[in-house]
């Protein structure tokens, strides 16, 4: 069982950054692949960007290319996301995520997810 807990949300002006912890608990976290999803107000959960459990691979999606960076450090079982250039569209409850496979350059889908974390609010105003 793994226990995920996210920090470092919270309410900037557009173009300023923002750094996210995901911090775990539990059994083998650094065998996890992880990754970091968002849910906008009336909108499903998607996939943002993911590493894999050594972190020498990663993969994003175009919305957030160039702007957002994952990284682990497993010694701290913990994942960050680093965000910079915020734009109102990123405005979202993030959640990190992890499965039990990597799956290379790939979007996840929510339903591979094997644990959750509880979720930190990114307000970004215009």
């Known amino acids: 069982q793994v226990q995920l807990v996210e920090s470092g949300g919270g309410v900037v002006q557009a173009g300023d950054s923002l750094r996210l912890s995901c911090a775990a608990s539990?059994?083998?976290?650094?065998?996890?692949?992880t990754a970091w999803f968002r849910q906008a107000p009336g909108k499903g959960r998607s996939f943002v960007i993911g590493?894999?459990?050594?972190?020498?691979?990663?993969y994003d999606t175009e919305s957030v290319r160039g702007r957002f960076t994952i990284f682990r450090d497993n010694a701290k079982n913990t994942v960050y996301l680093q965000m910079n250039g915020l734009k109102p569209d990123d405005t979202a409850a993030y959640y990190c995520?992890?499965?039990?496979?990597?799956?290379?350059?790939?979007?996840?889908?929510?339903?591979?997810?094997?644990?959750w974390g509880q979720g930190t609010q990114v307000t970004v105003s215009s």
């Open positions: 539990g059994r083998s976290f650094s065998t996890y692949p």
């Open positions: 590493i894999s459990a050594s972190g020498n691979s990663g």
């Open positions: 995520a992890a499965r039990s496979w990597w799956g290379g350059s790939t979007v996840w889908s929510a339903s591979q997810v094997l644990y």
